[in-house]
């Protein structure tokens, strides 16, 4: 499949071509910027070969009116498909979609938003639905990557009536996180729902990323792509105070007070130039100035790595992307050092060295440092190429129903936490056998102890483990006064403690989670299925109005396991489930990527 990829921003548009192949796939590249009296600048990079120079296109509806001429000039008419990246997706976007007349209807009406660049998009959109009718076209939004934050990331704390009229915090850069989180993930050779990784993304724009189960559950950007680090011309973070003091000490408006946050503030403003090689250079002749701005962006940046790292519990993996990300290693250093609490060491030589070209992702981090730390191109054209290869490649849905077990709190507890409980040599007694072979409820019972709440006859599910783990719901969290996180099983690094209540004795440990919601299968199932160990599917559940989709559910393959998905009991309230159940599978995200 080749695809056309549209990128445009609010001054600028680029494309590119993409081959749907192994290996090197971007066939060409360009980009049209500057517009300005009737002309513009113009890159084009195809087949090793790079042309420059202006061209008299006075804007972004001309420039994307002669594609089809350089394509045809290059031998690559031929194209299946065009995605187009869109910056603002509000919160009905969760995912790519094809592109109608009422999808180009819904990215109109967030154009408030998104008001610089939204209306460039939806330019792009309308000629390109016009040179190539054939077509599918893909949208890819920006936002939709952090939909998955939850609540206490996107919540302002301001009035109701602000929060029902729109006001919450999107973040951006989502292609650009999503995509660095899955290469450090594929360079590591390890499964991305295993790592706690922040994405750093630097360039022209900045934003921070936090990367837990593979999904974002907190981004630097907010209501708009304002908030959080320094960046070229944006302030990032400021006290909302601010409005009013420069309303009466400068007589500002909100407009005037705005579009000076936008354009010129950030490092222009502290140092003069948006452009961190300029100011590297200015810092290095003695500006001080141009000191003050790097040390300032560095420590934003570091900040906010410590927040992510404190509110995930930890951090496994640091990426490093964006002009200044892929090509400051002193900004990177300056990043990483005072980061060394967190277990986090660069290598002074392979920060020195990187190199990035044909999309690899080097790390660079220290022998021994606990953090790996990765550097890797942005290729947000490339990853809207793979999302719209997942889109159009996704099989329609099957009908394949699967038995649905609702787990209600319980533990698992190790030979040490029986003795101490219920006595030295005690062994718990299998009262009824569970689905899943060798697996049972034990007659005994326990008593959880919170800050807040206790949790009488908790059950006890056997066999015995190597480390006690304590599953409980949200709502249960919310009885014991604990913040337990949602963790895969047996993932229990950083959790928080409780109390647990026995006959025989009172233990404190740490294993609370919410258990991730999942489903067991056996080898001979997950073929007639399509599923494989580590896939992550979308199943529907329940009933009439309270039928839920839940995304992103893990698919663990064992021999033996029969095959049946597990939720907790919020998730069966939030589908209405009463007893028995079966869920349909809607899609499996790895089964279309390998189709
Ligand atoms: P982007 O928006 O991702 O293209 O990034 C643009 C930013 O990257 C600008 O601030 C550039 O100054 C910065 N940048 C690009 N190359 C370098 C470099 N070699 N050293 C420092 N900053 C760089």
Request: hydrophobic share 40%.
């Amino acid at each position: 499949m080749r695809i056309l990829v549209f990128n445009a921003g609010s001054s600028s548009v680029k494309f590119g071509v993409f081959e749907e192949r192994e290996g090197p796939n971007h066939l060409l590249k360009a980009t049209y910027e500057r517009f300005d009296r009737g002309g513009c600048t113009y890159r084009l990079e195809v087949r090793g070969k790079r042309l420059e120079g202006r061209r008299p296109l006075g804007s972004v509806a001309a420039a994307v009116a002669g594609v089809p001429a350089i394509l045809d000039e290059h031998g690559l008419s031929d194209v299946d498909a065009i995605g187009h990246r869109v910056a603002h997706g509000g919160e009905r976007f969760t995912a790519p979609v094809r592109i109608d007349d009422g999808v180009v209807g819904a990215i109109e009406a967030l154009v408030p938003l998104a008001p610089l660049h939204n209306p460039v998009a939806l330019d792009v959109m309308r000629a390109t639905r016009v040179l190539w009718p054939a077509l599918a076209h893909v949208a890819v939004f920006d936002t939709a990557f952090h939909l998955t934050n939850p609540p206490r990331a996107t919540t302002y704390a301001v009035p109701r009536a602000w929060r029902d009229a729109g006001l919450r915090r999107f973040g951006f850069h989502g292609t650009s996180h999503k995509y660095v989180a899955e290469r450090a993930a594929d360079a590591l050779g390890e499964p991305l729902r295993e790592l706690k990784l922040v994405s750093l993304h630097l360039g022209n724009g900045a934003s921070a990323c936090a990367v837990q189960l593979g999904r974002s559950i907190d981004s630097s950007m907010g209501m708009t792509p304002l908030e959080g680090l320094v960046m070229g011309t944006r302030s990032g973070d400021v006290d909302p105070g601010m409005f009013g003091f420069l309303d009466r000490s400068m007589g500002l408006t909100i407009q005037e007070i705005e579009k000076v946050l936008y354009e010129e503030s950030g490092l222009k403003a502290l140092a003069g130039s948006s452009d961190m090689r300029d100011i590297e250079d200015q810092a290095a002749a003695g500006d001080d100035a141009a000191r003050q701005a790097i040390e300032l962006y560095a420590y934003r940046a570091r900040k906010y790595v410590g927040a992510y790292a404190a509110a995930m519990g930890g951090l496994d993996v640091l990426v490093f992307t964006g002009g200044i990300g892929e090509n400051s290693s002193s900004m990177r250093r300056r990043i990483c050092d005072g980061l060394g609490f967190l277990g986090l060491q660069i290598d002074a030589d392979r920060n020195a060295a990187v190199r990035l070209e044909h999309y690899v992702a080097p790390q660079i981090q220290a022998y021994g440092s606990r953090v790996r730390v990765l550097v890797t191109e942005t290729a947000e054209q490339l990853m809207i190429a793979k999302e719209v290869v997942r889109l159009l490649r996704r099989p329609e849905p099957v009908d394949v129903r699967i038995p649905v077990a609702v787990s209600a709190r319980h533990v698992h507890l190790d030979r040490s936490a029986v003795a101490a409980l219920f006595g030295e040599g005690y062994e718990l007694t299998p009262a009824s056998a569970l689905r899943q072979p060798g697996h049972w409820l034990a007659e005994e019972r326990l008593t959880l102890e919170g800050p807040k709440g206790r949790l009488e006859r908790v059950a006890i599910l056997g066999p015995l483990r190597d480390r006690v783990q304590v599953e409980i719901s949200r709502t249960d969290g919310f009885a014991l006064g604990i913040e337990a996180p949602v963790r895969d099983s047996g993932k229990l690094d950083g959790t928080p403690r409780i109390g647990l209540v026995g006959p025989a004795g009172t233990i404190d440990t740490d294993g609370v989670i919410v258990a991730a919601r999942h489903v067991h299968t056996n080898p001979a199932d997950a073929v007639r299925y399509g599923l494989s160990d580590g896939d992550e599917i979308e199943i529907r559940l329940g009933n009439g109005d309270r039928e839920a989709s839940f995304g992103a559910t893990l698919v663990r393959v064992s021999a033996g396991a029969v095959t049946e998905m597990h939720i907790d009991t919020d998730e069966a309230n939030a589908a209405g489930l009463d007893g028995a159940a079966e869920g349909q599978i809607v899609a499996s995200a790895k089964a279309i990527l390998r189709s």
